[in-house]
């Protein structure tokens, strides 16, 4: 059964509609989202279905194919749901879902078109994998939200109102790279994202003219960003900043590090330059693109796995069997992809090496005792769309 039948089948009448958004992978640009830097996601092939239809009353209603029992409260009471509340008091799933409800009737509580609904949500995007399984959610949910309360929001509102979901409704801190890639999602092409201005441009991949293909390797160690490690990065960028006299990490240079590296502890220091390096490779990979093709790339989305291992210290041991082992067989480049402490690898790999470097990480990952990884080729996809 595909996602779409599942959420259809899961509402249990007919919908008023299904909406759908897809999740991401990031070819570069890696926790820079948050210090307003630079960032070069993809939105991929796989997506999440929200089957929805109003009600007559003011209550929202989610279930979804990955929970046993749905999750049922008055529009006007959601906001009491979240951690700026105290503890997050339904499952972190539905957070998701209710808190872009809340996020978008926060914008203007007295709309017209505001109703209670009812949604279903079922979903082929990998969870836990660095995907943005939570920003498809938050897709496809705004998106629905959208139409049915004739909000007339765009893209980049409905991106924000995703983001507004995962920080206060479900207490993760991150950034809005995840929800921009998967709202301006374009086929063929990568979205080049100045978080600071929020500026877009789709910067056309060509990997399939240069026969390439990009592969996930989903180590399957789950992650969760709601958790220590994430919010530690941030708070050393925060304070990094703050030592150099800046609103954000953006505004330092690859220049600035010696005067940097006076400033603070070896810790904070290497936090600083692997975000000061990786927007650097960020704005490289683009000219790289256009001027030379993806075959062009390799190299720094290999440094800027270094970086993470070495400076932002948020890779895992399956992730780099990953990348090394793909690199050994004859990817271009490889790096992991998303917040880190698990979840996914990407792989640069010419069409004729595929098979080659999909055995040599399944097999460096069975010599060292890991769970098989799941490795699939993606392309740059549509972001969200009405199905039905
Ligand atoms: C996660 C976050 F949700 C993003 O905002 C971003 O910070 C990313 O980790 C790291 O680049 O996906």
Not at 340 to 365: K, P, Q, R
Request: glycine residues 8%; charged residues 25%.
């Amino acid at each position: 059964m595909t996602a779409l039948t599942a959420a259809r089948d899961l509402l249990g009448t007919d919908p008023d509609g299904i909406w759908s958004a897809p999740g991401r992978v990031n070819l570069i640009g890696e926790h820079t989202d948050y210090n307003e830097g630079f960032v070069l996601p993809f939105a991929i092939p796989h997506r999440t279905f929200a089957a929805a239809r109003l009600r007559e009353d003011d209550r929202i209603r989610v279930s979804s194919t990955f929970a046993e029992e749905p999750v049922e409260v008055a529009l006007a009471d959601l906001s009491a749901l979240f951690p700026s509340e105290g503890d997050l008091r339904v499952p972190e799933w539905s957070a998701y879902a209710l808190g872009v409800a809340w996020a978008l009737r926060d914008l203007d509580p007295s709309a017209p078109g505001i109703r209670g609904a009812d949604i279903a949500i079922a979903s082929d995007v990998p969870v836990g994998a660095g995907l943005s399984s939570s920003a498809a959610i938050e897709g496809a949910v705004a998106s629905a939200l959208n139409d049915l309360w004739n909000l007339g929001l765009d893209p980049v509102a409905l991106a924000r109102a995703g983001r507004r979901a995962e920080n206060e409704a479900v207490g993760a801190p991150t950034g809005i790279m995840d929800q921009m890639a998967s709202m301006l999602g374009v086929a063929d092409a990568a979205t080049f994202l100045d978080c600071r201005t929020l500026e877009t441009q789709s910067i056309p991949t060509g990997f399939t003219d240069a026969g390439l293909e990009l592969l996930v390797i989903d180590t399957r160690v789950k992650h969760a960003h709601s958790t220590g490690g994430y919010r530690d990065r941030r708070d050393a960028c925060e304070r990094g900043a703050a030592l150099m006299g800046v609103p954000a990490l953006r505004d330092v240079t690859v220049d600035d590090l010696p005067r940097a590296a006076e400033l603070m502890d070896d810790v904070t220091f290497r936090r600083v330059r692997h975000i000061v390096t990786e927007n650097q490779r960020v704005l490289d990979t683009v000219a790289a693109l256009r001027s030379d093709g993806p075959r062009a790339i390799g190299d720094l989305l290999t440094a800027s796995h270094a970086s993470m291992r070495d400076d932002f210290e948020i890779s895992v041991a399956e992730l780099d069997t990953a990348v090394d082992a793909a690199l050994e067989a004859g990817a271009l480049g490889a790096r992991m992809t998303g917040g880190g402490f698990g979840g996914a690898a990407i792989a640069l790999v010419s069409h004729a090496d595929v098979a080659a470097v999909t055995d040599a990480v399944e097999s460096a990952f069975a010599d060292a005792g890991y769970l098989a990884p799941h490795i699939f080729a993606v392309a740059p996809s549509a972001g969200p769309r009405r199905d039905a």
